[in-house]
């Protein structure tokens, strides 16, 4: 790694860590309708280093911790945070919110708000890569839980059987909301399932920022060169709870505690400045930027108005003849 | 015109469709040399080759999501789920996925995607493989849902749904494979959201769609020659968007309604038609509007259980009777 490619990795780090920090903020002040938003806190160095490999024209489908996903793939603070309070400015026009917010101009399919189901999608946009013949590559995000669905095992297969150039990301938080993975998974190592269906597959380390972007490196390069799907399992760790009503009380606090020594963001950042001889004027300045998007961001979505009530029945249909009677009028 | 089945019609639009552009292709299970269980991709595989005409693992979530994904991304799908009855395998990727992605996405995507399946009993197939589930689905925002009766409707209304932007469920019947009909020779497009009236009449109203607007059309030449009754009967076509239109001016027209479908009749397509109905044409109607469904039953395997529940003109014309008498 460069020192350049650790400051932009830095700053992506950063952008999620910072940008999530503030929706926990919204929400506990009651400014975030809705269900509590499922964080990212702690599971920064993932999106961070699969999305630093990314081109605009590559593909992502993110789940429903998908915020750090959305920024990777360059979505604006702005517009995502307008989404997530319901506002007009919003990505999806307030439609969405947190659990669906997309840019699909930047190549994000969606979030989706049931777990695994955006695996067979990711796989369809990787089958419509391999039909047009391009060199452009899917990714898609989702738990350690969601390897425990059905999606997950029908969709690793056809991309396998299809030959398909589909990278999936595996991030292993441990838990399924309350449920550790040990309890309803056997299997030693998630990226285990990937070997019976015949795929290159690897654990890394998630909370090591460096080891995770080389081995993002590594697989974004496999699929992109060989045109094969592979499989990454990433261990890292939530922070906070599955969402900011969770009290967390399946697991201990000396346990979070561990797991928050290895936090992606702060050991990177002096790593930069000691290792990689990044000065702090360039740090500070990356710091400084991301607050001033931040800000930004705040105002927006503060000042974006809420939708008015007649856009609610848009956007069901693409307005065609056929659907003319159905557009308003439930039919 | 040229005369051909509906399975050949159904095929016909696949392949005027695949000619015409390149981002259409077929993905779903035994499709491609093996030609579909009910042989309907018959010969395609051969004309346009394994990478439009694929073939994919038992893996009915996988095949539409899968499909869903080359949809918001260039092509143009059309999967095939081998009975319809499967589609419980992979109901969240046909109402979570399929359905709400546009709404979800705040309009940003368009979701041209043909999900082809078949339903209906009277072959025997039993409870799992005899369905008629299109009520499911026309609950769902976001899904148009196609029921074609003949094999020039198969044609046109697939051409329609494989040009339209949005996501179409299109079921075919099994038992009307092998019925013949007359196909214009040149192309026809016919539009999706209209229904057609496949025998006009004054005295009473039939809706149907799929298998049971033949055996209406057979009710109806009994009401005609026993009873001088005229029936007219209104293919829907389309179940899901409703064209209310056709139905309430029928209606008007003859006071009385009786709505056949083959699905199950608690929440099927013609407690819609007559809530309708009763909604706005109330002052219309002579006689309480009635349903002709299969009852609310799983369907039996043995002949003559099965055919004690199918709808049959017998039990169409005893409808009509009853509220014409």
């Known amino acids: 790694m460069s020192p350049e490619e650790g400051l932009g990795l830095y700053r992506a780090m950063l952008r999620i860590r910072r940008f999530e920090t503030a929706v926990n903020e919204l929400y506990l002040k009651g400014r975030i309708p809705g269900m509590s938003p499922h964080l990212y806190i702690g599971e920064e160095a993932v999106a961070a280093s699969v999305s630093f490999f990314l081109r ?51 190549g994000n399919l969606g979030a989706n708000g049931i777990v695994g189901a955006g695996i067979p999608i990711a796989v369809g946009a990787a089958f419509s890569i391999a039909y047009r013949g391009t060199d452009q590559v899917a990714v898609c995000y989702f738990g350690d839980a969601a390897t425990n669905q059905g999606t997950f095992h029908e969709a690793v297969n056809m991309a396998a059987s299809m030959g398909l150039p589909v990278l999936f990301v595996v991030e292993n938080n441990q838990y399924g909301l309350s449920t550790h993975i040990k309890r309803t998974c056997p ?44 499989l990454v399992e990433f261990l890292t760790y939530r922070f906070l709870g599955h969402g900011a009503s969770d009290n967390r009380s399946y697991r ?75 557009q308003g009028a439930g039919a | 015109m040229s005369r051909m089945s509906y399975r050949e019609a159904v095929r016909l639009a696949l392949r005027e469709e695949m000619t015409r552009d390149s981002r259409v292709f077929i993905i779903g299970e035994d499709v491609g040399k093996f030609g579909g269980a009910m042989a309907v991709t018959k010969g395609l595989f051969d004309e346009f080759g394994a990478r439009r005409v694929v073939d994919t693992p038992i893996s009915e979530s996988a095949i539409v999501g899968a499909a869903l994904g080359a949809a918001l991304t260039g092509l143009l799908p059309v999967a095939e789920i081998m009975f319809v009855d499967f589609s419980g395998v992979c109901m969240d990727q046909i109402i979570n996925q399929v359905a709400k992605v546009r709404y979800m996405l705040g309009g940003q995507v368009q979701v041209p995607l043909v999900i082809r399946t078949q339903g209906g009993a009277g072959k025997g197939y039993a409870a799992q493989h005899s ?12 899904l148009i849902v196609v029921m074609p009766s003949t094999p020039r409707d198969a044609r046109g209304l697939l051409k329609s749904a494989i040009r339209e932007p949005n996501p179409v469920l299109y079921i075919e019947h099994k038992v009307l494979y092998n019925t013949e009909g007359e196909v214009p020779e040149a192309e026809e497009l016919i539009p999706l959201g ?132």
């Not at chain 1, 019976?196 to 972007?213: K, L, N, P, Q």
């Not at chain 2, 589930?133 to 976001?142: M, R, S």
Request: with cysteine; glycine share 8%; charged share 30%.
């Open chain 1, 252 to 326: 201990t606090r000396e346990e979070e505690e561990q797991w928050k020594k290895r936090s992606p963001v702060e050991g990177f950042r002096a790593r930069l400045a000691s290792v990689y001889g990044v000065a702090e004027a360039r740090l500070a300045a990356v710091d400084a930027e991301v607050e001033a998007e931040l800000a930004g961001a705040l105002e927006f979505a503060e000042k974006s108005p809420e939708p008015s009530a007649d856009e609610a029945l848009r956007d069901i249909f693409t307005p065609t003849e056929a659907v003319r009677q159905a």
């Open chain 1, 187 to 230: 299997t030693e190592c998630l990226s285990d399932k990937a070997h019976a269906y015949g795929i290159e597959h690897a654990t890394v380390d998630g909370m090591d920022a460096e080891e995770s972007f080389l081995a993002a490196r590594q697989a974004v390069g496999y699929v992109r060169r060989e045109r094969k799907p592979c």
């Open chain 2, 131 to 142: 369905q008629s589930l299109e009520a499911f689905f026309c609950h769902v925002p976001g």
């Open chain 2, 194 to 325: 209209r229904a057609e009236i496949k025998r006009p009449g004054t005295d009473v109203t039939i809706t149907a769609h799929s298998m049971q607007v033949l055996k209406a059309l057979e009710a109806a030449e009994t009401l005609a020659k026993d009873h001088r009754i005229e029936a007219e009967v209104v293919d829907l076509r389309t179940v899901a968007p409703l064209d209310e239109e056709t139905i309430l001016a029928s209606v008007r027209k003859t006071g009385r309604l009786v709505c056949v479908e083959e699905g199950y009749q608690n929440n099927g397509v013609g407690a819609e038609v007559i809530s309708r109905v009763v909604a706005k044409a109330f002052d219309s109607l002579d006689a309480e509007p009635l349903r002709v469904a299969f009852p609310n039953s799983p369907i039996p395997f043995a002949k003559s259980l099965e055919n004690a529940l199918l709808p049959n003109p017998k039990k169409i014309v005893e409808a009509v009777l009853k509220i014409t008498r």
């Open chain 1, 56 to 106: 605009a024209d590559d593909y992502i489908v993110s789940n429903h911790r998908g915020h750090g996903h959305c920024l990777g793939k360059g979505a604006a603070m702005d517009r995502m945070l307008a989404e997530i309070m319901g506002k007009s400015g919003g990505y999806c026009r307030g439609r969405g919110g947190s659990m669906h917010i997309a840019d699909v101009a930047l």
